[in-house]
């Protein structure tokens, strides 16, 4: 079955480091989106793609996050200037077009900001 | 806008007797709605899906859902747990649109006594 793939599984960085999480989707896939999840809380959506574009974003993505499908298989988040609160496990998802099948998640990479 | 409100955050159940996991909906128009499995230390894995076809969805592992409009209410169940069930389970709904973002419940931790 095929699987979104998350990279790394867990990175623990210093606080206002840039961190690049990286997710490569189902290949067929058109859309691709970011969530995350703090530890003892609900998953939150963060930002969607599709077309080379974001097509939605929460009021947590702010200036400090960007997305990028730099080669046509990879899909990234960064964040430039990390904060404690950036502390969480980031899901990448990925859906067919009109999501017929749902949306599939990859497991996640747990980030921690010391 | 859409919201999900999953009604126990905490289910206990013998192994081999029913699973009932309840989350109510709220959505301005016929909303799509899922459920999620997350084992610890996992992904977010669908369990299945309801989008305006047959509104008892059969999923995955011998779950079950039921659509009831006039509760706005798509409860979980299962006949017989297994050990294998101990998980979070995530009730979540998205728009219409088929590629719109996702909102998660709270979840609810589903635990199986021996």
């Known amino acids: 079955e095929p699987e979104v793939t998350q990279t790394p599984s867990h990175q623990v960085t210093q606080m206002g480091q840039e961190v690049i999480l990286r997710c490569v989707p189902i290949s067929n896939h058109l859309y691709f989106y970011w969530y995350r999840q703090i530890l003892g809380q609900k998953v939150e959506f963060l930002v969607s793609f599709y077309n080379n574009e974001i097509s939605e974003k929460s009021e947590i993505f702010d200036d400090q996050f960007s997305v990028e499908r730099p080669d046509g298989s990879n899909f990234t988040l960064k964040i430039r200037s990390t904060k404690l609160e950036d502390s969480a496990m980031y899901f990448c998802a990925s859906s067919d077009l009109g999501g017929t099948y749902g949306y599939t998640f990859g497991s996640g990479t747990r980030l921690t900001v010391v | 806008a859409q919201s999900v409100t999953q009604l126990d955050s905490h289910v206990s159940v013998s192994e081999g007797t029913p699973v009932l996991l309840r989350c109510n909906y709220s959505?301005?128009?016929?909303?799509?709605l899922f459920w999620y499995v997350q084992h610890p230390n996992k992904g977010l894995q669908l369990l299945l899906k309801?989008?305006?076809?047959?509104?008892l969805v059969k999923g995955i592992n011998g779950f079950e859902a039921e659509f009831k409009k006039s509760e706005t209410s798509f409860h979980l169940t299962k006949p017989s747990a297994h050990m294998s069930d101990a998980a979070e389970y995530f009730c979540v709904v998205s728009g219409r649109g088929g590629n719109e973002k996702l909102t998660f419940g709270t979840g609810t931790r589903l635990t199986i006594i021996p």
């Open positions: 309801y989008t305006s076809a047959a509104t």
């Open positions: 959505s301005s128009y016929s909303p799509s």
